[in-house]
């Protein structure tokens, strides 16, 4: 089987790009070793960047996002038991954020694919890819039982941390740079109507990070700081709501509501990513590539600015023999990938508790917190970031 570009992975980040390369003519094969319904399942991040909505609205899979999604205009940071609202709108012309799963953007994106009836394959895994520094690279995968071979002009690796892609670059043409934190995010949904209209990140110094997020008005999304290896199983859903009463607890009666847990489980954080994130005629893209703490809320938009970089670059390419887009791609996309790492490891560090802080660095922390909730100029800056930095 032969196409112009094989597309490794059926996250947001194969998808979006599939579905733009679509709109401009340009033939795509998607390959997803996961079934259809582990994809549609899997919960992930939940809040969009200008940028992202837009892309979405503009490509035409943004209608459900716009009925069931939860536009938000600000955030709250709580500490020593105070609530500051940073009004994101009011600082940045405008611009806001959305709560709308992940999960729910690979619906409507898998629908509009399957719609066009474009080559979306599930469970096909892919074992290799070859030919990379040839006119012609190939993905070999697994489906059905058999193995297959795609050729096509370029590869996309939209196959998160663990696929393929990546490290079918040579390890002395790519740097790696990274960093583990000390901590790790113990996250539930639970069945109960959110006790905030926007998110709240809450820093108590003796307890750590807390996060009140939504995924609809009858679900919410709630995190705390814990170990990064602790056990799960150390964590009954009445300690973990007793935690979370703690750490957002308030001197003006704000109350936090309970509801049944459905899902819980603990995510270690880091910062990483590869460079470059292209090799010859492989093009890397979102988990593939980089990797941030969620505190930024950063993962999946990052996913969606590289693909329409990489879509832009593919159009030219095909159109025209143009490959000026393509030999800048991996620049282009690591401005905003280093300014997004930078963002999410600033408000890593002003958030959380280190395991084992010094006097000094917590009244760093403290003075820092002071400031961006009194400071115009401060609480512009993460505004800006959190909405999606128009230009990097």
């Known amino acids: 089987m032969r196409t112009q570009v094989g597309i490794v992975g059926a996250g947001p980040a194969g998808l979006t790009l599939g579905h733009l390369l679509h709109r401009a003519g340009i033939e795509s094969v998607i390959l997803e070793a996961r079934s259809r319904e582990y994809v549609e399942k899997r919960i ?51 611009r806001a954020v959305m709560i709308y799963g992940q999960t729910e953007i690979v619906k409507d994106l898998v629908r509009a694919r399957l719609e066009t009836q474009a080559p979306l394959r599930f469970e096909a895994e892919a074992i290799g890819v070859e030919d990379l520094e040839t006119s012609e690279p190939r993905i070999r995968y697994r489906h059905e039982g058999a193995e297959h071979e795609l050729r096509c002009d370029v590869v996309a690796g939209c196959d998160g941390f663990h696929g393929v892609c990546r490290g079918a670059i040579p ?63 150390h964590w009954p859903d009445e300690r973990i709501w007793e935690e979370l009463h703690a750490r957002f607890e308030t001197d003006d009666g704000w109350e936090l509501h309970e509801g049944p847990v459905l899902e819980k489980g603990i995510t270690p954080m880091r910062s990483f990513v590869a460079e470059p994130m292209r090799h010859a005629r492989l093009f890397l ?29 593919l159009e030219a390419f095909f159109a025209r023999g143009d490959e000026t887009g393509l030999d800048a791609y991996s620049d282009t996309a690591l401005r905003r990938v280093w300014r997004a790492e930078h963002f999410s490891w600033w408000m890593t560090s002003m958030l959380h508790r280190a395991p084992d802080p010094d006097p000094f660095a917590a ?30």
């Open 285 to 313: 893209a979102g988990d593939a590539a980089h990797i941030v703490p969620p505190t930024g809320a950063k993962g999946l938009n990052l996913a969606v600015a590289d693909v329409r970089v990489l879509a832009e670059a």
């Open 44 to 94: 992930r991040a939940g809040v969009l960047e200008q940028g992202t909505i837009d892309l979405l609205d503009e490509s035409g899979v943004g209608e459900r996002m716009r009925r069931e999604g939860l536009l938000h205009h600000g955030i709250e940071l709580r500490f020593d038991r105070q609530a500051h609202r940073i009004p994101l709108s009011d600082l940045t012309d405008g």
């Open 171 to 233: 390890q002395r043409v790519q740097t790696i740079r990274e960093r583990e934190y000390p901590f790790g995010w113990l996250g539930i949904l639970a069945q109960v109507a959110p006790s905030t209209e926007e998110l709240i990140y809450a820093f108590h110094a003796e307890r750590g990070f807390a996060l009140h997020s939504l995924r609809s008005l009858e679900l919410s999304r709630l995190y705390i700081q814990v170990e990064p290896d602790d056990d799960i199983g």
């Open 363 to 392: 009244g760093l922390q403290r003075a820092q917190l002071e400031y961006v909730t009194s400071s115009e100029a401060a609480a512009t800056t993460l505004a800006e970031n959190y909405v999606g930095l128009v230009k990097v």
